[in-house]
């Protein structure tokens, strides 16, 4: 396949995106050359499946070089955090959206061993092989509504390699037999990598912020974010909506003025 010209409904988005841009953040419009590289990386996407400049050049046949697509990638001034909001509001309008449920996941992307340099890459567990692997962590804000579900916000989760350290060492130390008065203290979190709960609430806020007019149905999450802290605060910022937790084997629920550990089985005459 041939990558000579954006395809037409790819240049009819960027042509309103542009407008949406102009309306909404005067000034934050994309150039002439910005609009044709993006134009030139969303039919590259569509055709190769694939985010790979040397992908690009060949479908372009030489027209697009490697270092032109990547040059552009890194260093012109796009405003990528008004490309999402903006992108997110013409969807929704496009659909006729109002309201919906909002739903956080997250995903490991598994990257190289080797791989250092990309953003906030850290060592994880490779299920597959039960060993270990550099790879990244998104948490992803989604919207799910009655006709489609689209990511509104993301943000990539990295543990504080300060507290990682210590966490190992202290756990080294409290199995030598080390009195816990005798470890190192804990050190303060740096701000630099938030929670995934912090995470969270702060997508939740700027959803919020970029689209007031959306009512929020819901909220769901994974039993990692079933924290009374979290869902009073998650109801909070979603105008007093439901927020939904998935429950941890060690927490207690509470029914009937009786509560019950979720790893004991509940009393027949109480039971749920």
Known sequence: ?????????????????????????????????????????????????????????????GDCKVAALSWVFRKASIPWDWLLRVSVVLILKRYGITEGVLAFDESDRARS???????????????????????????????????????????????????????????????????????????????????KTEIALGLLKEFKVAHSLIKIKGVLADALYGEKAFMDEAAKESGGSQVISQLRKNQNIEYRASVFPLKEEVPKQSSL
């Not at 419009?29 to 996407?45: F, K, N, P, S």
Request: contains cysteine; positive net charge; hydrophobic residues 40%.
């Open 113 to 195: 061993k080797p791989t250092k340099r990309i953003y906030k890459v850290y060592k994880q567990k490779h299920k597959g092989s039960r060993g270990y692997v550099n790879g990244q962590t998104i948490v992803l804000l989604l919207l799910v509504t009655s006709s489609i579900t689209v990511p509104v916000g993301f943000f990539f989760y990295m543990p504080d390699p300060a507290l990682k350290q210590w966490d190992k060492e202290d756990k080294r130390l409290k199995k030598s037999g080390i009195a816990k008065k005798d470890r190192p203290i804990k050190p303060e979190r740096d701000s630099a990598y938030p929670t």
């Open 1 to 61: 396949m041939l990558m000579n010209a954006p395809a037409t409904f790819i240049q009819s988005y960027i042509d309103d995106l542009n407008d949406a841009l102009n309306q909404l953040k005067p000034g934050a419009a994309l150039t002439r050359i910005q609009a044709v590289w993006l134009g030139t990386c969303l039919t590259g996407i569509l055709l190769m499946n694939s985010v790979c400049w040397a992908k690009f050049e060949r479908a372009s046949l």
